[in-house]
């Protein structure tokens, strides 16, 4: 199966001019897996990097193997380890999906613009646009878990004009 790799955004729709328009910008998701059967720990932190400038839609997380341990199994989202800058918390604990907490007003603008909690990682550095990392944290309380996983995904649209965000 091969793949292809688009810089964006990926527009679709026939109509662009005129006041039908049916163009939209395409919704694209990343996921981060927690899976305590390949090593992760009671507090793990991994980094998703998402386009500088883009729009979250929606985090939801899936539990598909409940976690066999701790009394309270907790994912936040920031700019660093535990950082709550787009999610206060969300339980990670039973079978099943999951939502974060309603956001903050705060938060609310970071999920609008990831490059409003600042932190963006650079075009020199990216050798493109630059990217915004955001740090998910799983924390389990409670003794540690040997089972257990929860995939965390990110939907989110690119900005019409990345080149705004070329400098970062």
């Known amino acids: 199966m091969s793949r292809t790799t688009f810089s964006g955004p ?3 729709g026939d109509v662009r001019n005129n006041a039908y328009k049916d163009v939209g910008t395409v919704v694209l998701n990343q996921n981060v897996v927690f899976d305590f059967t390949t090593g992760d720990t009671v507090t793990t932190t991994k980094t998703i990097y998402l386009p500088a400038g883009c729009r979250i839609i929606n985090i939801v997380g899936l539990i598909p193997v409940a976690y066999n341990a701790g009394t309270s199994n907790n ?5 660093a380890a535990a950082g709550t800058e787009y999610t206060t918390t969300f339980a990670a604990g039973t079978a099943g999906f999951t939502a974060p907490t309603s956001p903050t007003a705060a938060q609310a ?13 650079s075009s020199t550095t990216t050798g493109t646009f630059p990217v915004s990392p955001l740090a998910v944290t799983l924390t389990l309380t409670g003794t540690a878990a040997t089972a ?4 965390v995904t990110f ?5 019409d004009d990345r080149s705004t965000f070329a400098t970062a």
């Open 109 to 121: 603008v970071n999920w609008y613009n990831t490059s409003a909690a600042a932190g963006d990682v």
């Open 75 to 79: 994912v936040t989202i920031g700019k």
């Open 155 to 159: 939907q989110y649209v690119q900005p």
């Open 10 to 12: 990926i527009k679709a």
């Open 148 to 151: 257990g996983k929860i995939i």
